[in-house]
């Protein structure tokens, strides 16, 4: 079992930054692979980032490359999502997850199980 916790969101004006974390528990944390997804209202959960256990495997979605830079600490249990030159159209709210089996690096949102509660993000213009 894994438990996720994420921090760091809030308002931000357009062209500004945000870091987000993500707090796992468990000593298993640095085998597994980590996501980040978002889903703004009205919208379906969408990909953002996903990076494997030991970090040489890094995806983006086409959105936020160049933007957003995924990483990890594996010492710490805690991923980041480094996220510069806020959009308005990246408002939503932000979740970390890890996929249903531990060594899994995907990007497809069924191949995950265990969730955070997500962290709200604001960007206004």
């Known amino acids: 079992q894994v438990q996720l916790v994420e921090s760091g969101g809030g308002l931000v004006q357009a062209g500004g930054s945000l870091r987000l974390s993500c707090a796992a528990s468990?000593?298993?944390?640095?085998?597994?692979?980590m996501g980040w997804f978002r889903q703004a209202p009205g919208k379906e959960r969408e990909f953002v980032a996903a990076?494997?256990?030991?970090?040489?495997?890094?995806s983006y979605a086409d959105s936020v490359k160049g933007r957003f830079t995924i990483s990890r600490d594996n010492a710490k249990n805690t991923v980041y999502l480094q996220m510069n030159s806020l959009k308005p159209e990246d408002t939503a709210v932000y979740s970390c997850?890890?996929?249903?089996?531990?060594?899994?690096?995907?990007?497809?949102?069924?191949?995950?199980?265990?969730w955070g509660q997500g962290t709200q993000v604001t960007v206004s213009s």
């Open positions: 997850a890890a996929p249903r089996t531990i060594v899994v690096f995907t990007t497809t949102v069924n191949d995950y199980k265990y």
């Open positions: 468990g000593r298993t944390f640095s085998q597994y692979a």
């Open positions: 990076i494997s256990r030991n970090g040489r495997s890094i």
